[in-house]
Structure formats: structure tokens, C-alpha cells
């Protein structure tokens, strides 16, 4: 009888199973097919009609679904194991196969352009210039969770014509800089000039006994001072003897230092630090990027101060007659403040340096054309060129001279071609192994966002980055070097989701307390603690949980932490006692607000994020027609209610099975992080509910115990991490004959630094 239903199968599915191996064919008609037909087709899938092509994902799908235990769904009838082992080792074999003869052939990454931020740090560093370029440039459209992602990138004839605009700006910096100097400007403004009127609404500080103080005045663009700027550039601005004026309980104040027109009709501001202001005087030091005619504003930015009346009618601010340190506010002064023209990138003999060479202006003439536009183009291109290379762009100087121009102007109109070269808009990989200079390019992009340094150009020269203990040398010396915190704000940026911290405001309504202190010390905390995790080579375990936190006096009282943290140190490593809940990445407040919406929570939402950043799980999108699950944002009934109901759709079930377990664990936690044990305003709605099941079935009552739970789990942690960082690293996700290096790297690594460098010397990383 079972053999007659195999024929049957067989004979039905026509030709579509030809090539099959028997065991495969057995195991779908006994286990697949009753669901996956032309008539039923769940999930959109008909078997039957589905040719046996090891090349095709749909059978990378059907084998991940069998092998993690999601399919047969588990209230139908489940395989033996040997039943279920012999299936997935006669599926993996041909896939295997098929899959790693396409990464021979085609490569696993595809051609791959620079983002906009990466584009940035390398105009930086090829010409020494420090000006703003990725604002000039589209967004970049994340593929797989990154920028970085070939397959999401596009390369229009609208962006290359914004390029086009990027690098004129840039090369007309970089040679006024070279040719003209770079400009100065240095002043102090006393407290006296700070609190100048001007004709309109007031909204300065107040002059009192000599210091400039703000208060907590609601008043929008209170705290602005006439510090415009007189050119677009970097300044150093350095607020002289900042005190406080009636600290709280965590002896500061906290406010904020930004930048903006100040007026309602830019009304744009730009962070450019935190202000902690103590008992014992200070001079606080800030460097920040300010738009020409822009000026500081000042003040003051903790939701839970009391605020101060403006003492004035309309939009006016006025101090006569009133003094509101004896009524008990509390405020920020400071004795005055300098502000200093800088360039942080490179001086001016830097910038000639980088664009004529070690005798700099001296090499500007007609006879070394060539030879100035080859060196440049090597360095742009990040390995050696042909003459046959170089030649259309020396050509461009020639005619530049022959028509007129100066050989500075012919070196310019061959520069601007040379940044608009597909060499240095993208990366040169072909398939298999890459050459030395490909792997200087990936590994600098990976850990700088920028190009290879001399070192590196120097080592691939030399043929020798492709040897282990040399590249794992250059993994170090790259972590060491404060470029690498370009790589910590990048990779956590996307892989983290922080980048989209500002994509929602906490409703005020709800939300009082919740500042931009807040938010900006929440990022701060984030990236801090990954940058611990690399620089110490933590455990993979310290991203569900761990002992200690990075904290200022503003974000422990945003969290109502009680810990012994010192006034005027900003952001500090604090132990943490085993009761705390505020241990590992994933209940920081960075990561619980990008997973919320500002107003609710969803365990859809944050499960999601945990399962595909944290624990290396994908989660497909949802069948189509399905609604989402819209919170109750009165906080009566409870969103797991909501989910239950969902959950009875056999469609659903299997994927949320995976996806909410993580999400139930995190629902104690609002929108801004703070702990709850209830929805709603004060906690007075339905009562949280943090219990579940995880996919493999074990149980836990709360946050506590699923962290136990996955702490034992570091292969998985490590699994996921490198998934993040190669994803990120290479510009593709991991491909299914893949998966043996990948425990290579895990089976080797220690902590996070180490999994970062065995993921740098896999072949994964080592290979287009």
C-alpha cells in the first residue's frame, strides 16, 4: 500500500520530481504534501508543482523549515527522527552543492557600491577635508538590515549626478584649503554680550552677579545667544566655570548644547552635547559642526524639572524683578563661552600633503601632471593602475593645460573625473578568492567605513595581508585606532536599528519625563556597551544580560535605578546587584524605544527585532491579507489577549511560536524603558504578562528567567552576531554552504572581539 502511494505521488507530480532522491520524495508525501498540493497550496507552497532544482531557495526554505522543527506543524503528525534525519541529509547534500558552484561562479556578494557615509569618510581621508558630504547624497536603502547590502543598492543616474555634486564641493574644500589657507576665527563672548538684547522676543539668558544663566523655560529656542557663526565649519566651544544652580538628587542639572538658526522659521536644532552641571565649577569642552549664521542655545533639558515661568506676556522672556534661584529652580550657569575655528581631519600642509604629494605645492607644475594624477588615482581606486587605467584621466589634464588652465586647475578637472569613477564608487571583487588589495578594502570599510591607510595599501602591496597572522595583526591594530569608533556608530546604527531612535516621539501625555538628555544619554549607554564588549572581548551572553551598565545621573533616574554614580563624570561603568534588571543590551533603553512606537508596545515588534539581531533567527514576512496587531493604547485589554486570537490561525501560529516568546519577555518595559507591571497610564490597565514558551519548549515566568534560559545559549548568540557582522562586513547575507565555516568561527572565538576577527580571517569574509 505505501509503495502504491509513493507511485501515485510520483505519477501525479508529472515530471516536477524528477532527478529526486527517493528518500525526499517519501518523506514529502507522507509529511508535506496533504498541505502543500495545487488545492490546499498553504503558505503559497504547492510541492507538487515545485521542480526539484537544488539551485532554487524554495528548498533551502523546505529544508530550514523541516530542520528547525516548524514544519510539520506540531499539532499534525510528527516524523521519526531517523525518518527526519535522513530526509534533511539527502535535501542538504544537493544543495550544498548547487549553492557553493553559484558563490565559483557568480560570487557571493554582488557588485557593491560605497554608502553615503562610507563615501563621506573616504573624502575625508583621501583629501584631509572634514566637511559634510553624506547630506548631499539619497538615503541608503537597507537590504537584509544594512546599507551596506549589495543586493539593496541602486545606482541611479540621480545619485551619480548628487556624487557628482559631493565631490565638486569636496575638491573645491580641499583646494582653497591647499591654495589659500585655511580661515581662522577665535572669540569669547563674556555673559555681558551674551545677554544681549535684541530687537524682538527675548529669549536669552539671565545676567546675574556676572554669570549667564538659563532656567528650565519651556519657551521654544530659550537660550539662544548671539554666537552666529560667520562660515559653515568645525568649532571648538568651550563653556567657561559651568555650575549648577539647585542640583537635584543626583547633584547636577542636566541640559543640553545645540545649534540652529533659533528662529521659527528654521526651527531645526542640532545636538551637539550634553551639558552636566555640578556644584564645583567647570570648563566643559564640545567640537561640533555649525552652519554658517547659525548660533548656540543653551539650556536647561530635563523633563523632570519644575519649569519656570517666561515672567513676561507673548514670546517674550524677562528676569526683572524676579530671582528664581530662591523660589527653587534650577538652572545652568556659566562664566562665558570661547569659540574656535578647527579643522579635526588634517591641517593645511596635511591637505597638500594628501593631494600633490611630500613637496606639496611645489609639485604643481605642467611635467608632473602625470605623475600627480596617477599617485591620486591610486589612492581613489585603493590598489596599484595600469597606464592603460590612468590614461583617460591624465588625458583630461593635459587638455585642461593645452586649453588654458594652470596645472592646479588640470589636476582638479582630472581629480573630479578620477571620484567619479565606477573604481572609486565601487569595490573591485571578482569571484573566489580576493587578491590582498580586495581584502584591504573590505577590512578598512569593515572597521573604519573608509579607505585603506598606507599600512594596509603597503601590506597588500606586499602580498602579505592574505596571510592569517598578518590580517588578524591589522584586526587589531584597526580596533585600537579611534577611527574604529566610526565603525561602532555605523555597524550599531543599523544592525542595532539606532539610527531610527528619532523616527518616534514619546506621546508627552504619557511620557513627561522623557527628555532629550535622555535620549541622547540612552545612545550613549548603547554604544558604550558594545565598545566594552569589543575592546574587553566580553562573552556573546553580555547581549541578553551581565553585571554591570554604563550610566549618567540622568539616564539612572529615567530608569529609576538606584545606584552610587558620581556627579560631573557623564556616562560610567557601574555594577550592577543580581536583583537589577538593567543587565545586557537588550533592555536598554535605545533598543526598547526603536522597537516601540512612542505610544505602545508590541511583543510582535520587539520579538522580531530580538529573533533577527539577537539570536540569528529570520523571521518571514507575514502571509499576505493578514492584519497587523494594533495595541490597545488604553491599556485595557492586554496585547497578549490580542495575540492569542491571532495565534489560532494555523498560518500565523508557526512563525509566532518563534516570534513572540522574546516580546512577552520585554513587555515590562514601556516604550521609554521604564519598568511596568501594568499598561496604560500609572500602570493601571491590564497587568503584564511576561511568561512564555520558547520555540524548543522550555518555560519561564519572566525577564529573569528567559535570560537564563539563553545566557546557556552562547553558540546561538555567537551564530547571530557573526551573521550581523559578515552580513554587514561583505555587503551579502550568508548563503546556506556557508553554514560549516561559520562553526568554524564560533567553535574558535572567546568573546565578541575574537568572533569579529575569526569572522575577518573565514573564507566567508576572505572571498567575493
Known amino acids: 500500500m505505501k509503495t502504491h502511494r509513493i507511485g501515485l505521488f510520483v505519477f501525479l507530480c508529472g515530471q516536477a520530481f524528477a532527478g529526486m532522491p527517493k528518500p525526499l520524495a517519501v518523506f514529502l508525501d507522507q509529511h508535506c504534501v496533504e498541505c502543500h498540493d495545487a488545492d490546499v497550496k498553504k503558505g503559497g507552497l504547492d510541492l507538487a508543482s515545485l521542480v526539484f532544482d537544488p539551485s532554487k531557495s524554495a528548498w533551502i526554505k523546505v529544508f530550514e523549515r523541516v530542520r528547525d522543527g516548524e514544519m510539520p506543524p506540531k499539532k499534525k503528525s510528527q516524523p521519526a527522527t531517523n525518518e527526519k534525519e535522513t530526509f534533511l541529509a539527502a535535501l542538504k547534500e544537493p544543495l550544498l552543492k548547487a549553492d557553493a558552484a553559484d558563490i565559483a561562479t557568480n560570487g557571493r556578494v554582488r557588485s557593491r557600491r560605497l554608502t553615503r557615509t562610507e563615501y563621506e569618510h573616504t573624502l575625508h581621508d583621501l583629501l584631509g577635508i572634514d566637511i559634510p558630504l553624506k547630506i548631499l547624497l539619497p538615503e541608503d536603502r537597507a537590504s537584509h538590515g544594512f546599507e ?31 591654495v589659500d589657507g585655511d580661515e581662522a576665527f577665535q572669540r569669547h563672548y563674556t555673559p555681558q554680550e551674551l545677554a544681549k538684547s535684541r530687537r524682538g522676543n527675548y529669549r536669552g539668558p539671565e545676567l546675574r552677579e556676572g554669570k549667564s544663566i538659563t532656567w528650565p523655560i519651556t519657551l521654544q529656542f530659550f537660550g539662544r545667544t548671539p554666537t552666529q557663526v560667520p562660515q559653515s565649519g568645525w568649532y571648538r566651544i568651550t563653556l567657561r566655570d559651568v555650575e549648577a544652580i539647585n542640583p537635584g538628587a543626583d547633584g547636577a542639572v542636566w541640559g543640553t548644547l545645540r545649534s540652529g538658526e533659533c528662529e521659527s522659521n528654521a526651527p531645526m536644532l542640532y545636538m551637539i552635547g550634553l551639558v552636566e552641571a555640578t556644584n564645583t565649577p567647570r570648563d566643559m569642552v564640545y567640537e561640533a559642526w555649525i552652519q554658517k549664521g547659525h548660533q548656540l542655545e543653551m539650556k536647561p533639558n530635563d523633563g523632570t524639572l519644575k519649569r519656570a515661568p517666561t515672567g513676561a506676556k507673548g514670546g517674550n522672556v524677562s528676569f526683572a524683578g524676579r530671582d528664581l534661584a ?48 596617477t599617485r591620486f588615482a591610486t589612492r581613489a581606486f585603493r590598489r596599484p593602475v595600469t597606464d592603460e587605467q590612468a590614461a583617460p584621466y591624465r588625458e583630461i589634464a593635459r587638455r585642461s593645460i593645452t586649453g588654458g588652465d594652470s596645472p592646479t586647475e588640470a589636476l582638479r578637472a582630472a581629480y573630479r573625473a578620477i571620484l567619479c569613477s565606477p573604481r572609486f564608487l565601487t569595490f573591485i571583487e571578482a569571484p573566489g578568492p580576493l587578491d590582498d588589495h580586495a581584502i584591504a578594502s573590505r577590512l578598512s570599510y569593515a572597521l573604519w567605513c573608509s ?24 584586526v587589531e591594530r584597526l580596533l585600537a585606532d579611534p577611527k574604529s569608533k566610526r565603525f561602532i556608530h555605523s555597524f550599531t546604527d543599523q544592525w542595532l536599528k539606532l539610527n ?183 500602570n493601571r490597565g491590564a497587568k503584564v504578562n511576561p511568561a512564555g514558551i520558547t520555540p524548543e519548549g522550555q518555560t519561564f515566568s519572566d525577564l529573569t528567567t528567559w535570560k537564563q534560559i539563553y545566557t546557556k545559549r552562547a553558540d546561538q548568540l555567537a551564530r547571530g552576531f557573526a551573521q550581523q557582522f559578515l552580513t554587514y562586513s561583505t555587503g551579502a547575507p550568508l548563503r546556506f554552504s556557508n553554514e560549516t565555516t561559520l562553526n568554524q568561527i564560533i567553535s574558535k572565538a572567546t568573546g565578541m572581539r575574537s568572533l569579529l576577527r575569526e569572522s575577518v580571517l573565514s573564507d566567508i569574509f576572505r572571498t567575493k
Open 148 to 178: 551596506t547590502v549589495a543586493d539593496g543598492q541602486q545606482l541611479s543616474h540621480h545619485q551619480l549626478a548628487a556624487y557628482l555634486d559631493a565631490a565638486d564641493l569636496a575638491l573645491s574644500e580641499a583646494f582653497k584649503r591647499a
Open 326 to 373: 530662591k523660589q527653587g529652580f534650577s538652572g545652568i550657569a556659566h562664566r562665558g563661552i570661547d569659540m574656535e575655528r578647527i579643522y579635526p581631519n588634517a591641517d593645511r600642509f596635511t591637505v597638500k600633503k594628501k593631494l600633490f604629494g611630500e613637496e606639496g605645492m611645489e609639485a604643481v607644475k605642467p611635467e608632473n601632471v602625470d605623475k600627480l594624477v
Open 451 to 474: 579607505m585603506p591607510d598606507f599600512t594596509l595599501a603597503k601590506l597588500a602591496d606586499e602580498k602579505k595581508l592574505h596571510e592569517p597572522a598578518v590580517l588578524a595583526q591589522q
Open 500 to 682: 531610527q531612535i528619532d523616527f518616534t516621539t514619546p506621546d508627552t501625555r504619557q511620557f513627561r519625563d522623557f527628555d532629550p538628555a535622555v535620549q541622547e544619554s540612552m545612545l550613549q549607554e548603547t554604544r558604550a556597551y558594545v565598545t566594552e564588549m569589543l575592546r574587553s572581548d566580553l562573552s556573546i551572553t553580555h547581549l541578553v544580560d551581565s553585571d554591570f551598565a554604563f550610566l549618567n545621573g540622568r539616564l539612572a533616574r529615567h530608569y529609576r535605578a538606584d545606584l552610587d554614580l558620581k556627579p560631573g563624570d557623564g556616562l560610567q561603568k557601574v555594577a550592577l546587584k543580581p536583583q537589577d534588571i538593567r543587565g545586557g543590551l537588550v533592555t536598554q533603553g535605545a533598543i526598547l524605544k526603536v522597537t516601540a512606537d512612542g505610544t505602545s508596545t508590541s511583543p510582535v515588534v520587539r520579538g522580531v527585532f530580538i529573533n533577527e539581531r539577537i539570536l540569528g533567527n529570520h523571521i518571514p514576512p507575514p502571509p499576505p491579507g493578514v492584519p497587523a496587531i494594533e495595541p490597545d493604547i488604553r491599556g485595557a485589554t492586554s496585547i497578549r489577549d490580542q495575540l492569542d486570537k491571532h495565534r489560532n490561525n494555523e498560518s500565523c501560529a508557526s512563525c509566532h511560536q518563534t516570534i513572540d516568546p522574546p516580546g512577552f519577555a520585554l513587555e515590562n518595559y514601556d516604550p521609554v524603558g521604564i519598568w511596568r507591571t501594568g499598561y496604560g497610564q500609572g
